[in-house]
């Protein structure tokens, strides 16, 4: 080794350290200073002997270029979720059922539950090669870019072991305010919490997005089975996932009776503010494996473990008066105008009613003290009105029984809560249309917020979704604060928006019931607006997540002449009316599937046929319904009749389901 791979080598070793004492353990054993000198010293080095960086190098870890999309990644383990305790009868139950099933002796580690998201991070040998987010347990995203940017990452283990491990990514509450502090300067959309938050910046395609956001992550298990490394419990695996060099969270505590467990959960009820990231919950975990073993898993999570659900926090405000919208569907929401007040983490100002009947019911009237809190932790919502302190001469709050944008009579459908405007001429309705045909996730229209379609349908440059593509910048220049360049911008994103796959214009539509995953569906489906014009409502129905709701909406909106003449006017300013999606294309001989012609048939004991189908052609095979020479494979599941007496007399290869699930798991 010469003298500067010698120093680049030290280099590497001290700033691993340094940097694993301040970021994992939280003790800084040299000033921030020092460490910067030693970064900026090897960031030199490397710049003039580029074949001198290790890929784990500290200076590797926003590396790389934007990406185009996340790749996906299969779990080699499958990453579960909990189920939920949320009050004292729910954890008595679990333990009751747990002593029931291996008796008395045995306890339990109770954990922080981070509120953060679920990732799962692959080692080998000893070195970071593959980060992933949970997805739907069994399929997530390689996130891998976003998570090197972590510091508490480590890129290099301690041991040279290959490993997976999970835990939870996080926003520290302190990186949330400065982040929603500059955003507010900059007039961008707050986050809600730190956890959308985080799971914000690891969605990013470029990894420099999420290196700016000081992100943060707890590893509380080893994915799969522990026992392989040695260990016997839980809590034997913390220590030796903190011996690794992985973040670990402090805060565990072992507990031998549920008494324990809950004076746990009373403690941290009380200091989670202190803390310096969110929390959301307690989870309890039974401590030795052999005893997880014996209690086993149900379908989605395991029975030796549970997560207590923190309530939702309750505060009090002013209700200063009602606010009524017409939606894109005629419904008209009432919604609270309040005093504003903080609410974890926000400060909220208005909150969701619902319908007349919420507020009926609980009496709400304008001046009442109101209690609030988040839905899901994300949307304001009233609890409910404090009746001892209601001022003096309020009334019972009415609805008006009329629309309030068009004045026709506002009418319940029976069955539904809802107050409706069923004029399809209401000027507030054509409005939310509009504003959702350009929304994000539908035609994606970027530079036309909602003023701007409001000016424009008031101003008569628009009547319809079909006029937004005749628009000129001339005309455009002419509203308020629009300048020639976004103008321009607007028109240019327009004619750009004429290319999007069908799917997205048929979410835009707004057909009733249809929402995005729907839409996407039926595109895939269909290919082109014309078939699906022409679909019947049995064609539709037969289509696995489409139900008879969502079929009679779709043929009905088909059905109206309206509709028909705003079609064909897309159509004519040039509106693609395809589906554009690609198929994966896999290699062939990647896997057994790629490229090869499968058939199902007869009943599947483990998998639907639509699991079946969806996984193969994941894989990059093609599914097709009847046995041809062109077939390469035929599953046959139980009772399987002609379709296989055909594949066995053209000689074509067969498998049972258990071969299947063999391959499917490879
Ligand atoms: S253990 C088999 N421990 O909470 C699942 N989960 O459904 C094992 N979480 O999204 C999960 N802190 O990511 C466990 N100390 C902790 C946790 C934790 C947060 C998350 C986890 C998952 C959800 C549980």
Redesign the pocket.
């Known amino acids: 080794m010469n003298e500067t791979e010698q120093r680049v080598a030290e280099l590497n070793q001290l700033l691993h350290e340094y940097g694993y004492a301040y970021y994992v353990l939280d003790k800084p054993i040299v000033p921030d200073a020092v460490y910067d000198e030693l970064l900026h010293e090897l960031i030199a080095l490397e710049k003039a002997n580029p074949s001198l960086i290790y890929p784990d190098s500290p200076t590797q870890r926003v590396g790389g270029a934007v990406l185009e999309g996340f790749q996906k990644v299969t779990h080699q383990y499958p990453?579960?979720?909990?189920s939920n305790a949320f009050d004292e009868g729910d954890l008595r139950d679990f333990d009751r059922k747990i002593r029931q099933a291996i008796g008395d002796n045995f306890s339990y580690v109770c954990?922080?539950?981070?509120?953060?998201?679920?990732i799962s991070l692959r080692y080998e040998n000893g070195v970071f090669v593959q980060g992933a987010t949970?997805g739907d347990g069994s399929v997530g995203e390689d996130i891998t870019a976003n998570l090197k940017t972590i510091r508490a990452i480590p890129l290099r283990l301690k041991e040279p072991v290959t490993i997976e491990v999970?835990?939870?990514a996080y926003m520290p509450k302190k990186s949330f305010e400065s982040l929603n502090a500059a955003r507010a300067q900059r007039g961008e959309e707050l986050f809600a919490n730190p956890r959308n938050a985080a799971a914000g910046s690891l969605r990013q395609l470029d990894p420099k997005i999420a290196a700016s956001r000081n992100l943060s992550t707890?590893i509380?298990?080893i994915g799969g089975d522990g026992e392989a490394y040695g260990i016997d419990s839980h809590g034997e695996m913390l220590d030796y996932l903190q011996e690794l060099g992985f973040p670990s969270?402090r805060e565990r505590q072992a507990c031998a009776t549920v008494e324990d467990v809950l004076a746990f959960i009373t403690k941290w009820t009380e200091e989670r503010p202190n803390l310096p990231y969110e929390i959301d919950g307690i989870?309890i975990?039974v401590n030795r494996f052999s005893h997880q073993d014996e209690l086993g898993f149900t379908a989605k999570?395991?029975r030796w473990?549970i997560?207590y659900k923190f309530p939702a926090e309750e505060v009090v405000t002013k209700l200063l008066h009602i606010d009524l919208t017409v939606g894109r569907t005629g419904v008209i929401t009432p919604t609270a105008i309040l005093e504003p007040v903080q609410v974890a983490g926000t400060t909220v100002g208005r909150a969701s009613l619902h319908n007349e009947d919420l507020i009926r019911e609980k009496d709400i009237r304008i001046g009442d003290k109101v209690i609030i809190r988040k839905a899901g932790d994300i949307i304001p919502e009233v609890v409910g009105v404090i009746l001892d302190q209601r001022p003096e001469h309020t009334e019972p709050y009415k609805m008006p029984e009329h629309c309030i944008a068009c004045d026709s009579d506002l009418i319940r459908i029976e069955g539904e809560v809802a107050l409706r405007c069923v004029n399809p001429a209401c000027p507030a309705q054509i409005a939310e249309g509009i504003k959702h045909f350009v929304s994000r996730n539908a035609m994606n229209v970027d530079g036309l917020g909602e003023k701007v379609v409001e000016q424009l349908l008031r101003e008569r440059y628009i009547a319809n979704a079909a006029d937004l593509y005749l628009l000129q910048v001339e005309q455009l220049v002419q509203l308020d604060r629009m300048g020639q360049k976004s103008a321009t911008n607007l028109v240019e994103a327009l004619e750009k928006s004429k290319e999007n796959s069908l799917e997205r214009l048929l979410f835009g539509l707004g057909i009733r019931h249809v929402g995005e995953k729907a839409a996407k569906i039926l595109a895939e489906q269909y290919e082109t607006m014309d078939a699906l014009m022409a679909a019947t409502n049995t064609e539709l129905t037969n289509i696995h997540e489409i139900g008879d709701k969502m079929a009679d909406s779709i043929v009905a909106y088909f059905d109206n002449e309206e509709v028909k003449l705003l079609i064909q006017r897309l159509q004519g300013v040039g509106v693609n009316m395809t589906y554009k999606g690609k198929k994966v294309v896999v290699e062939a001989g990647a896997n057994p599937f790629a490229g090869k012609t499968i058939v199902l048939t007869g009943k599947l004991a483990q998998l639907t046929r639509n699991e079946a189908k969806a996984k193969i052609e994941e894989l990059g095979g093609t599914v097709s319904g009847s046995v041809s020479k062109k077939t390469d494979l035929l599953i046959a599941g139980e009772d399987a009749g002609s379709k296989l007496d055909k594949a066995q007399s053209l000689g074509i290869e067969i498998w049972d389901e258990n071969r299947l699930i063999e391959q499917l798991q490879q």
Request: aromatic content about 8%; overall charge positive.
């Open positions: 990453m579960l979720s909990l954990e922080l539950k981070i509120d953060g998201l679920a949970r999970r835990g939870e707890f509380y298990s969270n989870v975990k999570s395991p473990a997560a």
